[in-house]
């Protein structure tokens, strides 16, 4: 499992628009996530190129996403 830390995009409001909410939830509470876990970016700058991070991915559009 991947440890997810503050700032990076397993905890960010717009990762995880395509993965089932009581996973997200999980992952966001856990702070864990599956090392080959992908999803789109959804932060309006990002979402034209349809950027795929992962959950330890980051970048300097991080808002924190209620848990």
């Given at each position: 499992?991947l440890?997810?830390q503050?700032g990076?995009?397993?905890l960010c409001k717009?990762?995880?628009s395509?993965q089932?909410?009581p996973k997200?939830?999980q992952?966001?509470?856990?702070?864990?996530a599956?090392?080959?876990?992908t999803?789109e970016?959804?932060?309006?700058?990002?979402?034209p190129?349809?950027?795929?991070v992962?959950?330890?991915s980051?970048c300097?559009?991080?808002?924190?996403?209620?848990?």
């Open positions: 499992m440890q997810i503050d990076q995009c397993g717009h990762f995880g395509h089932e909410q997200l939830l992952i966001r509470v856990s702070r864990e599956p090392p080959d876990l999803d970016c959804g932060h309006p700058r990002n979402e190129i349809n950027l795929v992962t959950p330890i980051g300097e559009g991080f808002e924190a996403a209620a848990a």
